[in-house]
């Protein structure tokens, strides 16, 4: 079963962050999420599906049987998007890394335990792993299999953080956009729209509050959380659909949604300067990025997205190096007890059946093997072998999963 784990992913490793938006799945909303997860699992004939993206990197867990060759991973990201040039497939292997079995198993440890994210030791992926495991196992896209491994992922991943000094000196990829912000030596009380109100810009939001910006308003699509964040730094706040009828100007723009198309197209920005040419911030940490390349390329601004931050990254790096030497030797000890609860979960499922058959054998003891017999007792008689056998009947579906799970635990 351990061979059944399969791992398609894309990483900050492989390709730039921009790049990554290309494998990740396209929808306007959760409903269309749902119905695009479900048309994958089928059509590559997947028992479970996990689906996690995030900034710095796409993850498609999923168990069969099926082999990850060539024909199969061309395939499966033609239908995530259909719009991926030749050029790019003539290179996949480069881009995706497939991995299977242990391996993949591995992989999924290494990015719980952030030793294989961008800023490594930051801790937004456990929420992450955490909103995408709830996410697809309330679609029953997941299973238990899968729940198995994220289960042992999570385990390790908190061992990890709490042995080691892995997550010492926070940072993250908010703090660094924020230190980069901090450079462009923008007023305190500059004009500062954010968009959107998720995880992501509630951290930025906290960022502008410890930095003493003053003047910030919050565009959301659903008007509770911009109100949320907006309350927090006392700005004023708005739904997404009010933000072309928005005529107060801007000197800085943070764009951070989950959205998988341009939110701030070229109309919008244009409409949104109000004729002002001054040069803006504009930060888009989103993935895929939410601002159109023709707003970068065609205005006067100065641009704060992901991959420029890979570089400040590096040096936060360096940093923590020595304590990933120490965090790979608690996920060994992890990875090491997976083929065993592997082994037990499959001896549950085979369980599953041992009560069910049990009671058919004394049914049939009673209804037809011994009828005669039993039809001949007497009725204190008939209580005493009623009793004798629903305690056997307990103890004979106890004893084989106990036997059982002693010889897993014997190896
Ligand atoms: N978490 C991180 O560490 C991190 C760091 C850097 C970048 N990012 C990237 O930032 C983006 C947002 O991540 P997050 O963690 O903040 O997500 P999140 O907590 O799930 O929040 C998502 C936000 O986007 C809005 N949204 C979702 N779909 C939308 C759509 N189709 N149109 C308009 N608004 C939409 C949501 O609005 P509602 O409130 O109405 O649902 C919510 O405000 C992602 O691209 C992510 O990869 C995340």
């Not at 010492?168 to 980069?180: D, M």
């Not at 410890?210 to 949320?228: D, Q, Y």
């Not at 082994?343 to 059946?353: D, F, G, T, V």
């Amino acid at each position: 079963m351990l061979a059944n784990y399969k791992i398609l992913t894309v990483t900050h490793k492989s390709t730039n962050l921009k790049s990554i938006g290309d494998f990740v799945i396209k929808a306007a909303d959760e409903a269309e999420l749902k119905s695009r997860l479900e048309a994958i699992k089928s059509q590559f004939q997947l028992d479970e599906l996990l689906y996690l993206p995030t900034c710095n990197r796409v993850m498609y867990l999923f168990t069969t049987s099926r082999p990850l060759d060539q024909r199969f991973i061309s395939s499966f990201f033609k239908h995530i998007n259909p719009n991926l040039s030749d050029t790019t497939f003539g290179h996949i292997d480069e881009i995706v890394d497939a991995l299977e079995g242990a391996a993949a198993l591995e992989h999924l440890l290494d990015v719980a335990a952030s030793v294989d994210s961008l800023v490594i030791g930051e801790r937004q992926i456990l929420r992450q792993l955490r909103e995408a495991f709830e996410q697809c196992w309330q679609w029953s896209l997941a299973g238990h299999f899968i729940r198995l491994a994220y289960q042992q992922a999570v385990a390790a991943a908190k061992a990890v953080y709490s042995n080691t000094r892995i997550g010492e000196k926070p940072v993250s990829i908010v703090s660094l956009a924020i230190q980069k912000l901090l450079k462009t030596k923008l007023s305190k009380s500059a004009r500062i729209l954010l968009i959107g109100a998720g995880q992501t810009n509630q951290l930025v939001g906290k960022f502008l509050l410890k930095h003493a910006f003053t003047n910030v308003v919050v565009f959301n699509r659903s008007l509770g959380k911009a109100k949320e964040l907006a309350g927090m730094l006392d700005g004023e706040s708005f739904t997404l659909d009010l933000l072309p009828s928005y005529t107060a100007g801007f000197d800085c723009l943070v764009v951070c949604t989950g959205a998988t198309d341009s939110v701030i197209t070229p109309e919008l920005y244009t409409t949104l300067l109000q004729g002002d040419s001054s040069r803006k911030v504009v930060i888009d940490l989103s993935v895929p990025h939410n601002v159109a390349e023709a707003v970068v390329e065609n205005n006067n601004i100065h641009y704060i997205e992901i991959e420029g931050l890979r570089n400040m990254a590096q040096v936060n790096l360096s940093f923590r190096e020595r304590e990933v030497k120490h965090a790979r030797n608690i996920l060994i000890q992890y990875l090491q007890e997976f083929p065993a609860l592997l082994k037990q979960r499959q001896l549950e499922l085979a369980m599953h059946r041992v009560p069910t058959e049990i009671k058919a054998v004394k049914d049939k003891a009673i209804n037809e093997v011994f009828r005669k017999e039993v039809e001949m007792l007497d009725g204190q008689s008939r209580e005493l072998m009623e009793k004798m056998l629903a305690y056997m009947e307990k103890k004979c579906i106890g004893i084989p999963m106990r036997v059982a799970r002693e010889a897993v635990l014997a190896g």
